[in-house]
């Protein structure tokens, strides 16, 4: 069965430092997004990606944030100055299209020192 | 207006049982409804989900209920089973604001004892 798969699975860093999540989403799909969840928290919105551009982001992406999808295969979230606060598990997901299902990857735990 | 509000936060029920978790909402332009299952270490999945359009939705043990004046819709588990032991997000979204822009409630984590 086709699936989202997120690497790495636990990233530490230090505060100030950027880092690069990674994800790939299942292959015919056309929509991106991703998500993250503080530990204990509600899963949260972040973006939305289709065609080479954001089609939606919430107030949580700030210019701290960044997405790409460098090749045909991958989609990267960037953050460019980490915070202590920045640290939660960050979702991947993609669809097929913007009104079905979408499709979480297993998260990267993100933890900032 | 945003928020979609879930309770409980936990839930032990016995093998057999049903669980019941409730969700309400604000924003009258939220016409998707989902819910996702979510066990540890994993994303979250799409469990079920309705249009508010219709009162009821099952799939198999899975219900929801839901009630457009009320603005509020529940999830029922018949016959819980162990297997059901995971965390529980009800979720909200609209045409408008676009599908896969989610809001989630706080979720709820649900234990079956056998």
């Given at each position: ?8 699975s ?24 991703w ?35 460098p ?22 997901a ?20 | ?5 879930q ?60 009630n ?12 819980s089973?162990?297997?059901d ?8 979204s ?20 056998p």
């Open positions: 069965e086709p699936e989202v798969t997120q690497t790495p636990h990233q530490v860093t230090q505060m100030g430092q950027e880092v690069i999540l990674r994800c790939v989403p299942i292959s015919n799909h056309l929509y991106f997004y998500y993250r969840q503080i530990l204990g928290q509600k899963v949260e919105f972040l973006v939305s990606f289709y065609y080479n551009e954001i089609s939606d982001k919430s107030e949580i992406f700030d210019d701290q944030f960044s997405v790409e999808r090749d045909g295969s991958n989609f990267t979230l960037k953050i460019r100055s980490t915070k202590l606060e920045d640290s939660a598990m960050y979702f991947c993609s669809s097929l299209d913007a009104e079905l299902e979408a499709f979480f990857g297993q998260g990267t735990r993100l933890t900032v020192v | 207006q945003q928020q979609v509000k309770s409980p936060q936990s839930l032990i029920v016995q093998k057999g049982g049903i669980s019941i978790i409730n969700c309400a909402y604000e924003n009258t332009a939220f016409d998707y409804f989902p819910w996702y299952q979510q066990f540890p270490g994993k994303g979250p999945a799409l469990l079920i989900a309705i249009r508010p359009d219709v009162s009821e939705k099952k799939e198999g043990r899975f219900t929801i209920s839901f457009k004046s009320a603005k509020q819709f529940s999830l029922h588990i018949m016959d089973q162990p297997g032991s995971a965390t529980y997000f009800c979720a909200a609209s045409r408008s604001g676009g599908y896969q822009k989610v809001t989630f409630g706080t979720g709820t984590k649900l234990q079956v004892i």
